[in-house]
């Protein structure tokens, strides 16, 4: 996946309001950046850390260059972009990086699903035969609860359990149905839901599993010019939960 443009460095001042980030850049300047994410961004930003941004060149937009990666002190890059991981799963199940979600010859983003009125991020088809993926956006890193843990989600998540029911559904209905962690976090080794942060999420996956919701973890690879979903992780067992 390329970016929109190639992504230039600063200095991240302070994100505020969601949307908004003011940096520094490297001229000693600032300017104000788009924030895409309306989420809580823990342990993905700090002020005095690198960041990297990319540039619409469009001038009729209020903020034309938006926040696109996080870069710790360690080297580790997080995107934070949050539209960018369905992005990166499209050209992955386009190219066939996915191991698991090869052979369908139909790939539709977005469709409408399930009673609770949901939509599917992706549905995948082969004669009669159909899976419905789920995309979630993996950025919760936290070292202290062991190395390259990663986690999901980083708040309470009711959309997320909305989510794993609607999958659970299809599979009682006698479909495929795929939860895919895009892991944007390049520190991240293996992932697993977050019981300290949501426990009713944690039984809501063990739930789904228990009913035949397969789980994959994918792990994204995080350039200046571009970006890569290809890297298969491990999902820790529920006895790790």
Request: charged letters at 25%; glycine letters at 6%; hydrophobic letters at 35%.
């Amino acid at each position: 996946m390329q970016w929109v443009s190639e992504l230039k460095p600063a200095i991240l001042i302070r994100r505020y309001k969601r949307f908004m980030a003011d940096v520094q850049l490297e001229d000693g300047s600032e300017i104000t950046l788009h924030c895409p994410n309306t989420g809580s961004m823990r342990n993905c930003m700090q002020e005095g850390w690198r960041v990297w941004y990319s540039d619409s060149g469009n001038p009729k937009r209020k903020y034309p260059c938006t926040w696109e990666l996080t870069e710790t002190p360690d080297g580790q890059r997080i995107c934070v972009n949050t539209a960018q991981a369905n992005k990166l799963v499209h050209e992955a199940l386009q190219e066939g990086w996915i191991e698991e979600l090869q052979g369908y010859d139909s790939i539709r983003p977005e469709v409408k699903y399930g009673s609770e009125n949901s939509r599917i991020d992706f549905l995948l088809s082969h004669a009669d035969q159909q899976c419905y993926v789920e995309v979630k956006s993996v950025t919760l890193l936290e070292e202290d609860r062991g190395e390259g843990a990663g986690f999901f989600p980083d708040a309470v998540s009711q959309r997320g359990q909305k989510h794993l029911r609607e999958l659970q559904e299809m599979v009682q209905q006698g479909h495929r149905a795929v939860l895919l962690f895009c892991v944007n976090h390049t520190g991240i080794e293996q992932v697993s839901p977050a019981r300290h942060i949501d426990p009713a999420y944690t039984q809501a996956l063990s739930d789904a599993m228990a009913a035949g919701v397969e789980v994959l973890a994918y792990r994204a690879q995080l350039y200046t010019d571009y970006a890569r979903l290809d890297q298969a992780l491990t999902l820790l067992s529920e006895s790790q939960w």
